[in-house]
């Protein structure tokens, strides 16, 4: 599936100069999703996880994230070059998802979080999740604006910054971005299915 120049870009033009590739991740790929991890940026990680974590922790979360959340991995080639999440379950209220996203540190500001966004919308959609809830640093300037750009309206809780995305609202956003074009939700990996019973704690 590719989703080259998806949607068109307000400013700056945006460049996926390669095929950008979807798909939901599976246990089988942590490796990947790690080695993504750990190729972002001091800050860009930094901002992923609200601090410093150890590898031990990554390895769980990931390893969590990857049974139980909704995984949706963006491809440049056989390189992971984003990945957004969205759990659910555990204190996360039903019908409500926790998204987060990453976008490798070189592939930032190119739309990379839009698509993600949208891919998420749809997998939300298709699983009755009706909310997707965005947490992070009150000082990410970038997750604040691509949440906004799908209608959450961003609150500050201590040093966080919260908001909520109504998934039908989004849609009907991204919608109207791609001016009538669909968008795929990303296939499921064959004996992966994502879990819909995802905790964050
Ligand atoms: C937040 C993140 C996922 C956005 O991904 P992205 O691919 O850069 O997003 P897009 O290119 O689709 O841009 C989305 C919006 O962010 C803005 N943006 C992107 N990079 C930015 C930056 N460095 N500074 C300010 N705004 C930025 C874009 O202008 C766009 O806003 P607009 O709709 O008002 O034009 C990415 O920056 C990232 O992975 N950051 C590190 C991890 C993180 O902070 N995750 C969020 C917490 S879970």
Redesign the pocket.
């Known amino acids: 599936m590719l989703l080259k120049f998806l949607f068109k ?3 700056p033009q ?1 460049a996926l100069g390669e095929d950008i590739r979807l798909r939901y991740l599976g246990p089988s790929d942590a490796t990947a999703f790690r080695d993504h991890i750990h190729e ?1 940026h001091f800050e ?2 930094r ?2 996880f ?1 601090g410093l974590v150890s590898d031990y922790w990554l390895d769980k979360y990931i390893a969590r994230s990857l049974n139980e959340a909704i995984v949706i991995g963006a491809f440049a080639g056989d390189h992971l070059v ?1 990945v957004g999440e969205l759990h659910t379950g555990g204190r996360i209220e039903p019908g409500q998802g926790e ?5 490798a ?1 070189d ?11 949208k891919a998420m919308l749809r997998a939300a959609s298709d699983n009755d999740i009706s909310t997707i809830i965005v ?3 009150s000082q ?4 604040k ?2 949440a ?2 799908f209608g959450a309206r961003m609150q500050f809780a201590g040093d966080q910054s919260v908001g909520r995305i109504n998934v039908a609202d989004g849609l009907r956003l991204a919608a109207r971005r791609l001016k009538d074009r669909n968008f795929p939700a990303p296939p499921v990996p064959i004996g992966e299915p994502p879990a819909l019973s995802a905790s964050l704690t």
Request: no cysteine; glycine share 10%.
């Open positions: 870009p307000r400013e945006f972002l860009d990680f901002d992923r609200n984003g998204s987060a996203f990453s976008v540190s592939w930032r500001h190119k739309g990379l979080g839009t698509i993600l966004l947490m992070t640093g990410n300037h970038a997750m604006a691509l906004r750009r």
